[in-house]
């Protein structure tokens, strides 16, 4: 069982930045891959970015040169950086474990969730 809580959400101006948390339980975690997904209000879920075990990273087009995602796998923990942030942005941001043997970052490849963390990107 992993447990998965995120934090770091908050309110900012566009063009902003904000850095998303996700502090892990249990002691598998560095042989987890590990991604963000966002819900917009009205919105399917959506990939964000993810990281591999193994440290490789992958991100959504919408997203790519603005966000970073690393790990810090002493800390059990896997962090999005947001910068140049646009109201479009404005979601509620999930952490997720990928399910072992599973590639791709769908929400079906996902294994555990967090209960995420609102970021408002304001114009």
């Known amino acids: 069982q992993v447990q998965l809580v995120e934090s770091g959400g908050g309110l900012v101006q566009a063009g902003g930045s904000l850095r998303l948390s996700c502090a892990a339980s249990g002691r598998a975690f560095s042989s987890y891959s590990m991604a963000w997904f966002r819900q917009a209000p009205g919105k399917e879920r959506e990939f964000v970015s993810g990281?591999?075990?193994?440290?490789?990273?992958y991100y959504a087009d919408s997203v790519k040169g603005r966000f970073t995602i690393s790990r810090d796998n002493a800390e059990n923990t896997v962090f999005l950086q947001m910068n140049s942030l646009k109201p479009e942005d404005t979601a509620v941001y999930y952490c997720?474990?990928?399910?072992?043997?599973?590639?791709?970052?769908?929400?079906?490849?996902?294994?555990?969730w967090g209960k995420g963390t609102l970021v408002t990107v304001s114009s």
């Open positions: 990281i591999s075990w193994s440290g490789g990273t």
């Open positions: 997720a474990t990928r399910r072992s043997g599973r590639g791709g970052w769908g929400t079906d490849a996902m294994g555990y």
